[in-house]
Every structure is written in structure tokens, then in C-alpha cells.
């Protein structure tokens, strides 16, 4: 962290930086009373930027020109705590910027977010605006969300796909992509950044993944991070599984006792020991095939006859003689 976490601006008056005009008007409309040049300090700030950072993960700079109209008006802290008397600074600008002749991890060229922030002077502020001054605090990271993180490799969404952050494919490095933001929450003065020019701390507001995604990834030997929303589907999954699971071994109970019932009435040589073993270890598709192999020759060699008949069927004395009335 060497360069632009806090931007210096050239020009500097006794310490301080002064606020032009045009500058001086956007922080009073944030203020419930104007504000003159010499009540406020000023200075840049880079917010995040398009490189891989220690979390294998970037924005995209499609991203960084959203992010600079979701950040003007947000608040600066420290460490992230969303405490109001934690709050230290506002952006009153902020925007999008190539820097010449840098690129990224990835070879792509450099772009990074760059904002104006102001800090009101007074005896509260004074010792934040000579650290800012002294080059004692100077890392920032960043809280927002977005939509998605695809990967850069195949563009899938990076918690389902095959590919490793960190790995190379094809000589492509992959990383997670952060795409389409639709927050920014606040920027905070840290001690350690993810970023390594700045620093980001990133929330996801994407779209839960479905149970097939899941189980994709289980099986893929994956680690993963799961919602509130998601924790609860797959627990009812679970809880479903387990209700198939007690009504499949009710069916198959069933039918193992269907079988040796049956078994009995056609193959009476074959002991009960014998059979239930047998049935034990056939699957649910072998005990219907053979439940009905025995239900048929059930039929035929229990099917009623009838004592009396006509047609061609012979009606002598001789045929029916114990009927004979």
C-alpha cells in the first residue's frame, strides 16, 4: 500500500487542502448551513480499483462507473462500525478514472475509483486531519454489494463453477468478478485493506442459489458459503429426503413381505428362511417383478372353476355325475 489509497492533491495550504468553489458548493449540499473554504478539509481518496485483490477477486470497471454514483453522498468511518459517532467524513464526488501506463494482475488496463471526501475542522476532527496529513492513516476499504460474482475464466457464477480462484487456465488467471452493483453502504478508514491499492470489503446480493447448484458443487468436493435462504432450502430438502427415505423402506417392508406370502401359496418346497433372505437382498424394481410373477401363477392355479357350464363344454352324466340331481 505505497501510492493512492489517500490521494495527495498539489495544492496544499498550510497543511490543509482548500476546497474550490465548484467543491465548496457540492459539500453544502450536504450541510445545514454554509460552510466557507476555511471550516472544511478536503482530499482524494482511492476507493478501489480493477486489480486481483488478496481475496482473488476484482471489479470490473463496468462496476467502477456504478460505484461512482452509488458512493457521493456516503459516509467515512473507521473499521466498518456502524456506530453515528463513528463517522468521520463525507464524499461529495466521486468518479471512475484510467491511470496511464498501469496495468493489472490479469494484463487488463488499470482503472480505479477516485473520490472527494471532506472532513469539517474543529477540535474533534484535528487529530484525524494530521494523520490524514502525516501519512499515519492512509488505507481505506470500502462496504457495498453486488449483484453477482461471475468468474473470469467461464463467466459462471465463481461459488458453482469448476474453476480455483488463483489458479491459471489457458493462461487466463482466475478471480471472481464483481459485477452489476446495487449498494454502497459506507468507506472506512482500516488499518489492513483486501485491496492492495486500497482496499475492499464486499457484500453479495445475489440471487440464491438453486438445490441442483448446491449439490453441484458438494459433489464437486467444493467448499461454499451458504445464505440464510439457502441454509433453510437445503434443510428442507433434508427433512424431505428423510420422509422419502422412511416411506421407501415402508414400501420396500412391504413388498419383501408380499413376496414370501406369495412364495408360500406357489412354491411351497422354498422354506420362509429361505425366502425372506432371498427377497432381503433384491432391489424394489426385483420384488415387484417377482410380486407379480407370483400373483400371476397365484391366479392360475387358484382360479375358481364352475360347477355348472353349457356350450360346448361336454354335459354328460358321466362329466357332472356328482351333480346329477
Given amino acids: 500500500m505505497t501510492n493512492n489509497a489517500i490521494i495527495k492533491a498539489a495544492a496544499v ?63 467515512g468511518i473507521f473499521d466498518h462500525s456502524p456506530s453515528a459517532k463513528n463517522q468521520a467524513a463525507r464524499i461529495f464526488a466521486c468518479g471512475a478514472e484510467q491511470v496511464p501506463g498501469r496495468k493489472t494482475a490479469t494484463g487488463d488496463e488499470y482503472f480505479r ?7 469539517p475542522k474543529n477540535e474533534g476532527s484535528r487529530a484525524l486531519i494530521e494523520a490524514i496529513d502525516s501519512g499515519i492513516v492512509k488505507e481505506v476499504s470500502v462496504g457495498c454489494a453486488v449483484r453477482e ?6 463467466g459462471e457464477d465463481i461459488a458453482v463453477c469448476p474453476h480455483q480462484k488463483g489458479e491459471t487456465y489457458g493462461g487466463r488467471l482466475c478471480c471472481g468478478e464483481l459485477t452489476e452493483p446495487v449498494d454502497a453502504y ?36 467444493k467448499s461454499l458459503t451458504l445464505s440464510d435462504g439457502e441454509c433453510e432450502k437445503l434443510s428442507g430438502y433434508i427433512e424431505s429426503l428423510m420422509q422419502s427415505a422412511k416411506d421407501g423402506v415402508y414400501y420396500r417392508e412391504n413388498l419383501v413381505a ?36 407370483f400373483e400371476k401363477q397365484k391366479n392360475r392355479e387358484y382360479a375358481p372353476k364352475p360347477q355348472l357350464c353349457g356350450g360346448s363344454v361336454n354335459n354328460s352324466a358321466e362329466s357332472f355325475g356328482q351333480f346329477t340331481i
Fill in 149 to 154: 460474482t461471475k468468474c473470469s475464466v467461464c
Fill in 113 to 119: 475509483l477516485t473520490a472527494r471526501a471532506y472532513i
Fill in 186 to 221: 459506507e468507506w472506512s478508514f482500516v488499518a489492513v485493506p483486501a485491496q492492495r491499492e486500497a482496499g475492499v470489503i464486499k457484500s453479495f446480493k445475489r440471487k440464491e442459489r438453486s438445490m441442483e447448484d448446491i449439490i453441484k458443487q458438494l459433489k464437486a468436493g
Fill in 258 to 293: 408380499d413376496v414370501v406370502r406369495l412364495s408360500a401359496a406357489v412354491q411351497p418346497d422354498v422354506s420362509r428362511g429361505t425366502m425372506e433372505d432371498v427377497a432381503k437382498a433384491m432391489s424394489v424394481a426385483q420384488l415387484r417383478e417377482f410380486k407379480n410373477a
Fill in 13 to 75: 495550504s498550510g497543511g490543509d487542502q482548500t476546497p474550490s468553489e465548484e467543491e465548496l458548493a457540492l459539500i453544502n449540499a450536504y450541510t445545514r448551513r454554509k460552510l466557507s473554504a476555511e471550516e472544511v478539509y478536503v482530499f482524494s481518496v482511492a476507493l478501489c480499483d480493477n486489480d486481483v485483490d488478496r481475496d482473488g477477486e476484482r471489479f470490473t470497471v463496468e462496476s467502477l462507473f456504478a460505484l461512482e454514483k452509488l458512493f457521493v453522498g456516503k459516509t
